[in-house]
């Protein structure tokens, strides 16, 4: 083996456990929190940076979740090739690797912008790595811990921006914590023999996977209609992203009535992507629709 392909693959493996493409879609929203700011203009030093200390501190989440998760990991399909379970990594340079990311992507939003948003990623990195990922074992309510650090990005982009939390993070944190419960129950549904073998308790109901998490569901992503209409009436954004909100929320709680009417994997999955194309758009609309 060379050095090179040594290095590659160690470099991959460390890409593995820090879940980059979930973390750039996390780190998206807190993009576009940021310049969603009034006053605040596109500025791609400033883009880059808060995108780097994203990243790092979600990746630095994300190793402390897979190394206390590094025996349950192997025993589902789907996380078992993970670099930890696999054997590829050892807990002690996971570890290094955690703290190193963890404490880059705080500097860089503590000297980059300013403590505040600084400290609000450390939050999130403590209640996702030490509060969420222990709680998954314990009862379904992680889910709704969860979904608190799993909101904090667009607050902590505003606060990048704004040096405050003021009401416009607030709506877009309420945005994207309603988002979560629709998305991870769609999640827990479509792997839920793998939850179950792992010992994981992330379904609101004992009786798995049914009528009752289907309507929750449903529910939440009908509250996600008036949430997101919330930046327009707070005088961020123009009619046309209230619109869209409508018409994508409307979209999002088809696709969560559609699983509560069939109750089966497929529906579920569908929900799960929708989910993806509801944050992207929704996102994007008030980005593209900011009031100047």
């Known amino acids: ?77 789907r996380t078992a090739p993970r670099p930890l379970p696999a054997g590829r990594l050892s807990v002690s340079e996971a570890s290094v690797v955690s703290i190193v990311t963890g404490a880059a992507g705080i500097a860089i939003m503590g000297f980059a912008f300013n403590w505040l948003a600084a400290g609000l990623s450390l939050l999130s990195l403590v209640i996702y790595g030490f509060v969420y990922t222990p709680w998954k074992k314990w009862n379904s309510l992680a889910v709704l811990v969860g979904a608190f650090p799993g909101a904090l990005p667009p607050l902590i982009g505003w606060a990048a921006g704004a040096n405050a939390l003021s009401e416009g993070g607030w709506a877009l944190f309420a945005i994207q914590f309603l988002w979560q419960f629709p998305h991870f129950w769609a999640i827990a549904w479509v792997a839920h023999t793998d939850y179950t073998r792992a010992g994981f ?44 909100a409508i018409l994508i929320g409307c979209f999002y709680l088809y696709r969560a009535v559609n699983l509560y009417r069939k109750c089966d994997v497929p529906s579920a999955r569908k929900l799960m992507f929708g989910s993806y194309i509801y944050l992207a758009v929704i996102f994007l609309a008030l980005l593209f629709d900011k009031v100047k």
């Open 201 to 244: 308790r992330l379904m609101p109901s004992d009786r798995g996977p049914g009528k009752m998490i289907a309507l929750q569901s449903a529910m939440y992503t009908l509250l996600l209609i008036p949430a997101g209409v919330a930046p327009y009436l707070l005088g961020l954004t123009g009619y046309i992203s209230a619109i869209v």
């Open 1 to 77: 083996m060379s050095l090179s392909y040594a290095i590659a693959s160690r470099v991959k493996d460390y890409f593995m456990m820090m879940k980059f493409t979930l973390t750039f879609l996390v780190v998206f929203s807190c993009v576009v929190a940021y310049l969603l700011v009034p006053g605040v203009e596109f500025d791609l030093i400033k883009v880059l940076l808060l995108f780097a200390g994203g990243i790092l501190v979600s990746g630095s989440a994300n190793i402390i979740n897979q190394i206390l998760e590094k025996e349950t990991d192997k025993l589902m399909a």
